[in-house]
């Protein structure tokens, strides 16, 4: 009966611990998204550093979760990390921007020619599976939703190379590149015919078209870097500039005739 009633007692702390660790999860993510919506909206501004104690105080939590949110936010390209200084909102800056994807073509055209010489059909089917899983939908979906299955989809063709080190290096360019590329799917530019160039680019993977698929990846990625490059621009319009609200408007009228 003791031993019973001490096992019980023991018990107790183990219960409590699991609410609490419960409790910080929630949040954490509960700050991850409130942090992360207030960036892709631009409420807080490029360059600046983010104050943990001013957002704890606003969202009611502990500096614990919002450490952990800005902590992943960094890791995933949204936010900085300067040692002894803090977090700061991703600049919006064209500077290197076209040497990362400069990089980026040369990794993923690479990448899709190992591909078509060393996978065997059913790594190649797994590409054509994930593509045809999400065509009819991908361009009605919320950004975040087309940003994530978009580099799920170019992240699968190296993945498909077997380099390891070159899904590593698609990675981290990914992360440097996500909030820019976040912003240009929002913007009206966003191209609608990146739906045809993946479709293109699988049925070359199909058929083992290595440089056909590497000519059409290539295009791919430098129709984006123009239209992200023009969504910077009026990003920055957006930001610093917000009486030109007007100007921008009349820009993007002027671009649909």
């Known amino acids: 009966m003791t031993e019973r009633a001490e096992?019980?007692?023991?018990?107790?702390?183990?219960?409590?611990n699991d609410a609490e660790t419960r409790r910080t999860a929630d949040s954490s993510e509960r700050a991850y998204n409130t942090i992360r919506k207030l960036l892709v909206e631009f409420k807080l501004k490029p360059g600046e550093r983010i104050?943990?104690?001013?957002?704890?105080?606003?969202?009611?939590?502990?500096?614990?979760?919002?450490?952990?949110a800005l902590n992943r936010l960094a890791s995933e390209g949204f936010v900085s990390l300067t040692p002894?200084?803090?977090?700061f909102v991703r600049s919006l800056s064209?500077?290197?921007?076209?040497?990362?994807?400069?990089l980026r073509s040369i990794i993923e055209c690479a990448a899709f020619k190992l591909m078509c010489e060393r996978a065997d059909d059913s790594e190649i089917d797994r590409l054509r599976q994930y593509w045809e899983a999400i065509v009819d939908v991908y361009p009605n979906q919320p950004p975040d939703i087309i940003l994530a299955e978009d580099e799920g989809f170019h992240l699968l063709i190296a993945e498909l190379s077997g380099?390891?080190?070159?899904v590593g290096q698609l990675a981290s360019i990914n992360a440097r590149i996500r909030f820019i590329r976040r912003i240009?799917?929002?913007?009206?530019?966003?191209?609608?015919?990146?739906i045809t160039s993946h479709s293109a680019i699988v049925d070359a993977a199909v058929k083992r078209d290595a440089?056909?698929?590497?000519?059409?990846?290539?295009e791919h990625i430098?129709?984006?870097?123009?239209?992200?490059?023009?969504a910077l621009k009026d990003a920055l319009l957006r930001v610093f500039a917000p009486d030109n609200g007007a100007e921008l408007k009349r820009r993007r009228r002027t671009r649909d005739v």
């Open 7 to 16: 096992t019980g007692a023991d018990s107790e702390p183990s219960l409590a």
């Open 51 to 68: 104050n943990e104690v001013q957002l704890s105080r606003s969202l009611g939590v502990s500096r614990t979760p919002i450490r952990e």
């Open 84 to 87: 002894n200084r803090g977090f």
């Open 94 to 102: 064209t500077e290197g921007l076209l040497d990362l994807y400069e």
């Open 163 to 166: 380099n390891p080190e070159i």
């Open 184 to 194: 240009q799917i929002e913007h009206p530019s966003h191209d609608r015919a990146q």
């Open 211 to 218: 440089e056909n698929g590497a000519k059409l990846l290539r």
């Open 222 to 230: 430098e129709m984006t870097v123009s239209a992200t490059q023009q």
